[in-house]
């Protein structure tokens, strides 16, 4: 489904005020927790729990993830013989994330089974790092059908590295349908969409995914990588190199905050250790039958410590569709507290700067309203003062997101006594929005449970 279509969809006014997407969290955490990594469902609302209705956004924890919840939701006593399935007497689940699921096995794993062969159309995956695609590789032994194979879809680098480095016959069999393998699954290489599209390419591509769900795909930057890297499966030929020290890298970053983003930067000489912008994906995930999109995002790292800055692309297409009001929410990382220094970060992001990066978003969204709508909040900043995360001063951007619904993951457990890192960075969150005043409405995300966006 492309762009046009959409636009088509939305000028027809079929924009619905309900929930668009039920997203489940089959994992939400970043580790070091195995049994808590990313792993996502996506559906429609508007669609039941059929054959691919179900989209698969990263798969860290996958089937575990699955079994969990159905061993929590499914009543006691339902499989006295699980021997034999009950046609004639479905199980249907009456609560939980898979709430009227209809269950059509007799045991916990030949359901979970079903789910994986028949519900999830296709797995989206972000990056290829193992907290997002270990339950992917090790779950593709319950895939039987070469027939059918499973999709995996990606950009071009990141199913590059899953084909290079994982599905190679050494690290995990080839089971994709190239280079000769088993054929149980098939990549699907996404485009990426540009701030400005190319010439001839015409609109915003979005590609269906599965029942009623279509994706639009942006790359953004998750740190830095050593070895060399590919930009849409051609090497970019691009010679940036960085020393380690991240004072140096924060003082570069600034003297060439002009370069355009679509560029990789190319004035980092250093005769020592090469590094590149490490490819991750931010994804608007559109519902066919209301209009809404969902932004959902990768690892990502603050623009301002990047080498590749990028996600600015992402917070002016996202400013579009706030206006339009087609924006239901955005799910995006914020792995570590504010007290983990800016060197510490690999790629992550703090609740500090992830403020920054959504007054960028505030900024885009006001550029795009009637200057009457444009108040500024000067004399609020005056009140509040500065701190020790004092963040940047943006005239005009004061409740410009009112309302919008994030929902953080991607926490990094500390494993320590006292407080939860997920509790500190959403209060941590909380008291700068109080500050900033941005409107925005922070959650965070727990495995095992379910929103409605």
């Not at 997002?132 to 039987?144: K, M, R």
């Not at 080839?174 to 149980?184: F, Q, R, T, Y």
């Not at 790359?219 to 060399?228: A, I, L, T």
């Not at 297409?317 to 995006?332: N, P």
Request: hydrophobic share 35%; aromatic share 6%.
């Amino acid at each position: 489904m492309r762009g046009a279509e959409a636009d088509k969809a939305i000028a027809g006014g079929t924009i619905s005020t309900s929930p668009a997407f039920h997203i489940i969290f089959l994992g939400a955490g970043g580790g070091p927790n195995e049994d808590n990594v990313m792993g996502l469902l996506v559906k429609s609302s508007a669609t039941q729990w059929t054959k691919g209705s179900v989209l698969a956004v990263d798969a860290g924890t996958h089937l575990a993830g699955i079994i969990r919840i159905l061993e929590e939701h499914i009543p006691p006593t339902s499989f006295q013989d699980t021997s034999q399935p009950d046609p004639i007497n479905p199980i249907v689940l009456a609560s939980g994330p898979f709430a009227n699921l209809e269950l059509p096995c007799r045991s916990v794993g030949a359901n979970g089974a079903y789910m994986i062969r028949d519900l999830i159309a296709t797995y989206l995956i972000t990056h290829s790092h193992l907290d997002h695609i270990s339950g992917l590789v090790i779950n593709t032994a319950a895939l039987n059908n070469p027939k059918n194979p499973k999709r995996v879809a990606a950009l071009p680098s990141t199913i590059d590295a899953m084909k290079d480095h994982i599905f190679n016959d050494i690290i995990w069999p080839n089971l994709s349908d190239e280079n000769g393998g088993a054929g149980l699954i098939t990549f699907i290489r996404l485009e990426e969409s540009e701030s400005t599209p190319l010439e001839g390419k015409g609109g915003r591509t979005y590609v269906e995914l599965s029942d009623g769900l279509s994706v639009n795909c942006w790359s953004v930057s998750h740190g830095q990588c050593r070895k060399k890297l590919t930009q849409n499966g051609v090497d970019t030929g691009a010679k940036e190199s960085l020393t380690s020290n991240p004072l140096t890298r924060r003082a570069s970053r600034s003297a060439s905050s002009s370069k355009k983003a679509e560029q990789p930067p190319n004035d980092y000489v250093d005769p020592g250790e090469k590094f590149r912008a490490y490819n991750s994906a931010a994804y608007f995930i559109l519902d066919h039958f209301t209009g809404k999109e969902a932004l959902i995002f990768g690892d990502v790292e603050p623009d301002s410590l990047s080498l590749w800055p990028r996600t600015a692309q992402v917070w002016t297409e996202a400013a579009t569709k706030i206006v339009r009001g087609t924006l239901a929410g955005i799910l995006i990382e914020c792995s570590f507290p504010n007290s983990q220094t800016d060197d510490k970060l690999f790629g992550h992001l703090t609740p500090h700067h992830l403020m920054i990066e959504l007054h960028v978003l505030a900024s885009s969204v006001r550029s795009l309203q009637p200057p009457e709508n444009v108040v500024s909040d000067r004399t609020k900043r005056r009140k509040r003062g500065a701190d020790q995360y004092s963040l940047p001063s943006i005239p005009g951007t004061g409740s410009a997101l009112g309302g919008l619904r994030v929902i953080i993951q991607h926490v990094k457990n500390d494993l320590e006594d006292g407080p939860a890192v997920g509790d500190t960075i959403l209060t941590e969150l909380q008291d700068l929005e109080k500050k900033a005043q941005l409107g925005v409405v922070f959650t965070m995300s727990k495995a095992g449970t379910s929103i409605w966006l």
